[in-house]
T-cell receptor
Framework: DVKVTQSSRYLVKRTGEKVFLECVQDMDHENMFWYRQDPGLGLRLIYFSYDVKMKEKGDIPEGYSVSREKKERFSLILESASTNQTSMYLC????????????FGAGSRLTVL | AQKITQTQPGMFVQEKEAVTLDCTYDTSDQSYGLFWYKQPSSGEMIFLIYQGSYDEQNATEGRYSLNFQKARKSANLVISASQLGDSAMYFCAMREADSARQLTFGSGTQLTVLP
């Protein structure tokens, strides 16, 4: 089974702190994604990457950056956390070919105080 | 405009009965894919079923089936013989041809199965 692991299940940070959310997948998937989930809004794409060192903005990239130095790892960075970034963050990965089914991690619930 | 619309924020169903979760989509592409995911209270998104726009048959996976009506741009999820473990949030999603790698999600439907 494909496994996507998010390093932190719950985080509490203060406004202005730099936050790193790490995601690792173990099935050699080319594509990796970061989504944000908020009640009533569903999942919104922040950034995605289709190859090492490649990244593309999603629908809501403001306030976020990403890093993909290795194929299996995709990091989401909040340079200066704000309270409106309190949310559930979901990482996912997929192959290039086929139906492009996303496999998700368990999520990281971030609270910014 | 919303690309994926789920109009039912919450649904209740009696155990062992069937339930339909609605999903309508908006795209001008001829080639696209439609997905349903389940999210239990634990938080992890679980892939349930996929329908390609050119698939002539409705997709089925065990107790899940996708009622695909292309002309109406709807892709409803039907769960037969509901179980208590089906209680979860359900998301409809679409991949368009020009966004070959990413999915656009609806706002979700919270399904509660009653004993």
């Amino acid at each position: 089974d494909v496994k996507v692991t998010q390093s932190s299940r719950y985080l509490v940070k203060r406004t202005g702190e730099k936050v790193f959310l790490e995601c690792v997948q173990d099935m050699d998937h080319e594509n990796m994604f970061w989504y944000r989930q908020d009640p009533g809004l569903g999942l919104r794409l922040i950034y995605f990457s289709y190859d090492v060192k490649m990244k593309e903005k999603g629908d809501i990239p403001e306030g976020y950056s990403v890093s993909r130095e290795k194929k299996e790892r995709f990091s989401l960075i909040l340079e200066s956390a704000s309270t409106n970034q309190t949310s559930m963050y979901l990482c996912a990965s997929s192959r290039v070919s086929g139906a492009n089914v996303l496999t998700f991690g368990a999520g990281s619930r971030l609270t910014v105080l | 405009a919303q690309k994926i619309t789920q109009t039912q924020p919450g649904m209740f169903v009696q155990e062992k009965e069937a339930v339909t979760l609605d999903c309508t989509y908006d795209t001008s592409d001829q080639s696209y894919g439609l997905f349903w995911y389940k999210q239990p209270s634990s938080g992890e998104m679980i892939f349930l079923i996929y329908q390609g726009s050119y698939d002539e048959q409705n997709a089925t996976e065990g107790r899940y089936s996708l009622n695909f009506q292309k002309a109406r741009k709807s892709a409803n999820l039907v769960i037969s013989a509901s179980q208590l473990g089906d209680s979860a949030m359900y998301f409809c999603a679409m991949r368009e041809a020009d966004s070959a790698r990413q999915l656009t999600f609806g706002s979700g439907t919270q399904l509660t199965v009653l004993p």
